[in-house]
């Protein structure tokens, strides 16, 4: 191990190295036309980032889609659960 010290407060900018980007891409998809991924990730500022690559526009307009739905049903669980019991006002008896 190095005896090098790293400062964590001025580390450079980190970005997901390319090779690992086409890996994801290749192990998508089971043809060469229906390949494709959305990635989302926290940066290292705590920022959301997001990375697409798709085949086809069909391909990133379904995996959108997929999103979509994903996120849809994500928000309706959480409803779900904040309003399991809440009685609100009223008393029970």
Do not use: W
Request: glycine content about 8%; charged content about 25%; hydrophobic content about 35%.
């Amino acid at each position: 191990m190095s005896d090098e010290f790293i400062d964590p407060e001025n580390l450079s900018k980190f970005n997901l190295p390319e090779n690992i980007l086409t890996q994801l891409f290749e192990f998508s998809g089971s043809t060469s036309g229906d390949s494709g991924f959305i990635l989302s990730f926290v940066n290292q500022d705590g920022l959301p980032s997001v990375i697409t690559k798709a085949s086809s526009p069909i391909v990133e307009m379904g995996l959108r889609k997929a999103l979509e739905q994903y996120l849809d049903q994500l928000a309706a669980q959480e409803i779900e659960l904040n309003s399991g019991g809440d009685l609100g006002d009223e008393e029970m008896p």
